[in-house]
């Protein structure tokens, strides 16, 4: 079975320009999440999704970041305008989500993001 | 706040034991995963436990005292593969997940 597919897994851009991250969740699963990891902050939570909707943004830095999920197969993280301090793995994760959302969650290999 | 502790790193020999403990202080509580995570890698689910005690499976085994607000992560028989970081999670009154900053573990041959 494919896992969750993110893409690309490498970029490289300069400060200012727009970055668009995506990711496609495990077939079935109604839950998605979008993840940050540095060293200096460890793992957070950008913002997930259940069913499509997003559920709790509250982990977005700032207007510069945005998300969709236009349908069950498809989601984007875009970075309007850049900065260094974007640069970081971001993550895409999605689970079966019961009602307890108690199911593990599975990740994507990660989009390894450097802003120059 | 939410809080969750775990040791920054660990060091531990190839064919040994170790425990890896983590302490949480949540707004409710309503499980806890443990994940590990190799170097340049996604983290990958290790275990969930919502009761109290021990599950094991296979060389891993994991401890819950919600009492205490303490999980443990044991590792039997080391392996050099097992070299990678162990992150802590748990689920809050609100089944939100709150992440611990990861265990790193070296093993040593």
């Known amino acids: 079975d494919a896992g969750v597919i993110q893409s690309p897994r490498h970029e490289v851009t300069e400060m200012g320009q727009e970055v668009t991250l995506r990711c496609k969740p495990i077939s079935g699963h109604n839950s998605l999440f979008w993840y940050r990891q540095t060293m200096m902050r460890g793992l957070e939570l950008l913002i997930y999704?259940?069913?499509?909707?997003?559920?709790?943004d509250s982990g977005m830095p700032e207007d510069r970041f945005s998300a969709k999920m236009p349908n069950a197969s498809f989601s984007t993280l875009k970075i309007q305008p850049s900065e260094p301090r974007d640069s970081a793995v971001y993550f895409c994760?999605?689970?079966?989500?019961?009602?307890?959302?108690?199911?593990?969650?599975?990740f994507g290999d990660g989009t390894r993001l450097s802003i120059l | 706040g939410q809080n969750i502790d775990q040791p920054t790193e660990m060091t531990a020999t190839e064919g040994a034991i170790v425990q890896i403990n983590c302490t949480y202080q949540?707004?409710?509580?309503?499980?806890l995963f443990w994940y590990q995570q190799h170097a340049g890698e996604a983290p990958t689910f290790l275990s969930y436990n919502v009761l109290d005690g021990l599950e094991e499976k296979g060389r891993f085994s994991s401890f819950l005292s919600r009492s205490k607000g303490y999980s443990y992560l044991l590792l039997k028989e080391l392996q050099m593969k097992d070299s990678a970081s162990y992150l802590c999670a748990v689920l809050d009154s609100n089944y939100q997940l709150i992440w611990g900053a990861g265990t790193k573990l070296i093993i040593k041959p």
């Open positions: 949540t707004s409710g509580f309503n499980g």
């Open positions: 999704f259940n069913n499509n909707v997003p559920i709790d």
């Open positions: 994760a999605s689970s079966s989500r019961g009602p307890e959302n108690t199911q593990p969650q599975h």
